[in-house]
């Protein structure tokens, strides 16, 4: 099949043939349709990711057939049109027993802890456990551009956050995961102030529900502004690039008793972060992180998609063929794209 591959962190992607993936007991071989790019693709290929072993094969947010099923599989069959989340849970350990499969102790990650979909073909592990049905009126471009960014930000703003009508919410970054949270959120009611130093991502955040805009590179002190915008700070605030600055602004700007989602990934040089912990202290302020999003959940999704009240679909910015991907995966850091970019496999 042909595949994106590196041999080396930091070094040349090529598109290539490569051998097929071959099916397990408990796995399934999809036939990928879509698949989206995402900064964690990029954070993998740069080795920031302990769980990759090289060659490697990127692309986790996928959508696709099912082509092949293994010989233990109960609840798909061939033929099905599915996505699944990038945490994938094992579906026997404690966190999977209690519900929680985002955090599984033996998590399966395509394109990460096994090749990923940056290919013809996919193996999914657990596939009973994790598989999702796609509904008729979502196609395979869309399904891929929920792909992580918005299943993340779906339970970073709902399950984790709570954001309720009237709240106000401030989301810090506005790439894919900024502005899926930025989506989710005016969709649940709240009143969505967004930051990002880019005015033309500032305009999409507009699109997406966004009330107030926040340029940074103009504003001295990000906190101190939010809070004159809404009085007394932000109800929820989400860090959803994963810097030390957006880190400390989204602790900062919440007032009493507020929460601080983390959904950005922090690594690198901002691993760990400055906190303003006087403040998290005397305003009993809560520190929350969030990780991917259990399957299960999908269905809460699919129904604020049909209803119209969050659409996914504002934030494509472009597709893409495979044979472009290396180009547009090594350049990823340069912050350039508007929205997001999906591999069309089919197109």
Known sequence: MKAVYYEKFQGSIDVREVVNPTVSDDSVIVKVGATGLCRSDWHGWMGHDPDIVLPHVPGHELAGEISEI?????????????????????????????????????????????????????????????????????????????????????????????????????????????????????????????????????????????????????????????????????????????????CFNSIACLRKRGRHIQVGLTTGDHQHPKIPMDKVVAYELKIIGSHGMQSFRYEAVFEMIKTGKVQPRLMLGKTISLEEVPKALANMDSFENLGITVINCIR
């Open 70 to 246: 293994g010989s233990g599989i109960k609840n798909f069959t061939v033929g099905n049109r599915v996505t699944v989340p990038f945490v994938s849970g094992c579906g026997h350990c404690t966190e999977c027993n209690s519900g929680n499969h985002q955090i599984c102790d033996h998590q399966f990650q395509p394109g990460f802890t096994a090749w990923g979909s940056f290919a013809e073909f996919v193996e999914i592990k657990y596939a009973d456990v994790n598989l999702v049905r796609l509904p008729d009126e979502i196609d395979f471009v869309t399904a891929a551009s929920l792909g992580c960014r918005f299943i993340t930000s779906f339970r970073a703003v709902i399950d984790q956050g709570k954001v309720s009508a009237g709240e106000w919410v401030a989301v810090h970054g506005c790439g894919g995961v900024g502005l899926s949270a930025i989506n989710i959120a005016a969709g649940a009611g709240a009143n969505v102030i967004a930051i990002d130093i880019d005015d033309k991502k500032l305009k999409l955040a507009k699109k997406m529900g966004a009330i107030i805009t926040i340029n940074a590179n103009f504003v001295e002190n990000i906190a101190q502004k939010i809070i004159d915008k809404t009085g007394r700070g932000v109800h929820v605030s989400i860090d959803a690039l994963g810097s030390q600055e957006t």
